[in-house]
């Protein structure tokens, strides 16, 4: 089975703190993908990376970043975040020609 | 726990029943579509999944049905669970490579005993 895990199930951050959150998965897929959920606003594409170190902008990239040093671990960086960044960010992968499959999400609270 | 969407059209069904749900998507180019399955405070679940050279596919309990020439998708579930309450998303990849995909508001399934 497919294993995509996310370093958190929840975290609660200060706005202004820099904030990392880590996804991993185990079965050598080519395609990585962040995305937060909001009630009401679905599931929205922040970054997603196709290869160890490319990255491309979804259609919500303001306020962060991304890093793929390894090509099964992508990682996404809210520089300083802000209490508009409270959100469920959930992480996804994919092989070439498949579809995506999604971890368990991290709850982000920014106070 | 939160819920994943406020104000999502609702599906009832008694358990036992068999349900469907539907979903329009919105580009004729998409060649490959899944169905997602989301409880409560968790993760999409990769249900089930049919590309644009078949108009049906199925799995366990689960049917997919791909209508290409209204641009329409349904999940029929057979035999209802209250385990199958969940939010249900429909999800188009429109192609172009990187497999990005673009996901339905999705509809939430309540089963009653």
Not at chain 1, 37 to 55: A, C, H, T, W
Not at chain 2, 48 to 77: F, P
Request: charged share 20%; proline share 4%; net charge neutral.
């Amino acid at each position: 089975d497919v294993k995509v895990t996310q370093s958190s199930r929840y975290l609660v951050k200060r706005t202004g703190e820099k904030v990392f959150l880590e996804c991993v998965q185990d079965m050598d897929h080519e395609n990585m993908f962040w995305y937060r959920q909001d009630p009401g606003l679905g599931l929205r594409l922040i970054y997603f990376s196709y290869d160890v170190k490319m990255k491309e902008k979804g259609d919500i990239p303001e306020g962060y970043s991304v890093s793929r040093e390894k090509k099964e671990r992508f990682s996404l960086i809210l520089e300083s975040a802000s209490t508009n960044q409270t959100s469920m960010y959930l992480c996804a992968s994919s092989p070439a020609g498949g579809g995506q499959f999604f971890g368990p999400g991290t709850r982000l609270t920014v106070l | 726990g939160e819920s994943v969407g406020l104000h999502l059209p609702t599906l009832s069904v008694q358990e036992g029943d068999n349900s469907i749900i539907n979903c329009a998507y919105s580009n004729s180019a998409s060649d490959y579509f899944i169905w997602y399955k989301q409880e409560s405070g968790k993760g999409p679940q990769f249900i089930i999944d049919i590309r644009s050279n078949m108009d049906k596919r199925q799995g366990q309990r689960v049917t997919v049905l791909l209508n290409k020439t209204v641009k329409h998708l349904s999940l029929q579930i057979a035999a209802t669970q209250p385990g199958d309450s969940a939010v249900y998303f429909c999800a188009e990849n429109v192609g172009g490579g990187y497999n990005k995909l673009i996901f339905g508001a999705g509809t939430r399934l309540a089963v009653h005993p």
